[in-house]
């Protein structure tokens, strides 16, 4: 079959709305035979999340506050009922402050740094830690970086910190779990105007920095994203694992522009 997910079921966590990352990895696995549950934080985005869902045939819809852990669990305890077996998840959740994602990292809070890393770094290991009993099969789990990770960038501040820790735990769930067939890898989108974006300062000069320099001479959308995480998430990317995959129109190799470079 042409279908790469057909008979997997995985989890999607940090759809918002239609703009979202998550929801874009969501469309292709779905196009590609995956049966889908999702998580949606807070009643406010359970009406957007729903009916997505709905629209793609998909009625499990479970609330997750990842800074709850019991709730994470009941997640888990849900799936595990409904399913039995669970063969991937997507996590696409970050969060700071955005008073703290403008202006310099120097002046990071203690009480914000905490909130970041625990959201947006130590989620995706709590989450890690629940998905694997269930992926009796293997399975993979992918999660959402950016470059401000690896290079500094302006206003990403606290959560190029936050990305980069959780760059180097998908290196180590990657060697806790690789023994049980269970991969793990990011996927390092370019920047896409999504609702955690407008929270960046200065987010257009960067979408249009982006478009200037790459190589592919434009920003990536969130089918591009999705066709990546349709890799990582199937059989394609079987020798794959503790990968950080950047799908950023080739960004992240260019060091300088010519002078003479065409304008686009
Ligand atoms: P988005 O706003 O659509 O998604 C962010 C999600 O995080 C939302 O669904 C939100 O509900 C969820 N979230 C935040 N705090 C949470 C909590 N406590 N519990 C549960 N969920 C919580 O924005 P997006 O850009 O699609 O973000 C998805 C991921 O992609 C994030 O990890 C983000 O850092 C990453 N990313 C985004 C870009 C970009 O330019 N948009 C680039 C690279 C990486």
Known sequence: SSA?????????????????????IAKAAHEHGA?????????????????????????????????????????????????????????AI???????????????????????????????????????????????????????????????NVMGVAKAALEASVRYLAVDLGGKNIRVNALSAGPIKTLAASGIGDFRYILKWNQYNSPLKRNVTIDDVGRSGLYLLSDLSSGVTGEVHHVDAGYHVVGMKAVDAPDI
């Not at 057909?6 to 918002?16: D, E, P, Q, S, T």
């Not at 406010?44 to 669990?73: F, H, M, N, Q, Y």
């Not at 955005?98 to 990292?105: A, D, F, R, T, V």
């Not at 770094?121 to 399975?139: D, H, N, Q, W």
């Open 4 to 24: 790469l997910l057909a008979g997997k079921r995985g989890l999607v966590m940090g759809v918002a709305n239609d703009r979202s990352i998550a929801w874009g």
């Open 35 to 91: 049966e889908l549950a999702f998580t949606f934080q807070g009643e406010a985005l359970e009406k957007r999340v729903r009916p997505l869902a709905e629209g793609i045939g998909c009625d499990v819809v479970l609330p997750c506050d990842v800074t709850d852990e019991s709730s994470i669990d009941a997640v888990f305890d849900t799936l595990a009922k409904k399913w039995g077996r669970l063969d991937f998840v997507v996590h």
């Open 94 to 156: 970050a969060y700071s402050d955005k008073e703290e994602l403008k202006g310099q990292y120097v002046d990071t809070s203690a009480d914000n740094f905490s909130r970041t890393m625990l959201i947006s770094c130590y989620s995706f290991t709590a989450i890690t830690k629940r998905a694997v009993p269930l992926m009796t099969e293997g399975g993979s789990l992918v999660t959402l970086t950016y470059y401000g990770a690896e290079r500094v960038m302006p206003h990403y």
